[in-house]
């Protein structure tokens, strides 16, 4: 405890200096409360305001899918590339050790599998195991324009609800489905939807023409999914594309884990993510690393 007598008298008030009153830079987020922003600050890296999210939540819709049969063996190399997890509870718990201390997107809508009708969704973990899993943030998926759609909106909402009572912000994911056409038009409507109901960032996917109209008409900030396997040169110039027509990062998953060196494709698209590396320098960048790991071995 501080003593009562024999201490410096204070002398150093600034006098005539303004108080500092530091604006929150992240898109639309500078009206939330403090533990929200320190958790955003986890997720979008407060140097770049960009991020690199490693997704590999897929086992909850697919299963063991490729380069994801063994998270101890693929997915741990990754973790220390990554600015945020978007991961499952399930394997959190079981595979990731809590030592790695990455910001953590939990993904909290749960349902139907690839072997069913996708997008029939539930809220499937509720704010008190997001909170002992200390997530920054929670993700649910969202599929507007399919016969889901008021049903998964109501499951964004709920975890907009309980989020924001504890300042934990929810990610909107915008879903996929055969039906659900991924161009400016559709994701546009749909991002805002997202948005307008309080989602504080939202995933969804890159499209080639007219993404700025996407990522302008969009209040908070975007993150591009990869979605399926790309040559990494192509999965490179589409990470590039998308931060320069204003998505604020990335989460990215099968063209990390299922790259031919997943180790360096991640620096790759981190290169190009938070220091606007162009795409043949960042392919460049990843031969190297490549190389460099093939001699090590
Ligand atoms: C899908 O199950 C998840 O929402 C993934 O997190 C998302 O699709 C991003 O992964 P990818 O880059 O492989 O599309």
Redesign the pocket.
Known sequence: MAEATGNQESKDYGIGIPAVNTVYKLKGSNNYDWGMKDRLSRVFSPKSGKTVML????G???GPTSGLERIDITILPLLEYADCL?CTRGVLRACVPPTYNKAISL?CSAGSTVLTELNDECVGVEIEDAIRLNASMM?V?VAIGSKFEALTVRNLCKMIETGNRYGIPTLG?TA?GKELTRDARYLGLATRVLAENGAQVI?TYYCEENFEQVTAGCPVPIVI????KLPELDALKMAYMAVDQGALG???????FQAEHPVAMIQAVKAVVHEGVNPEKAFKLYNELKAEKKTKK
Request: glycine share 12%.
């Open positions: 997704a590999f939540d897929h909850y819709i697919m978007m993904r993700a998926m994911v996929v995933k999914a990869g979605g399926k990335v989460d990215m998953g099968r063209n990390i």
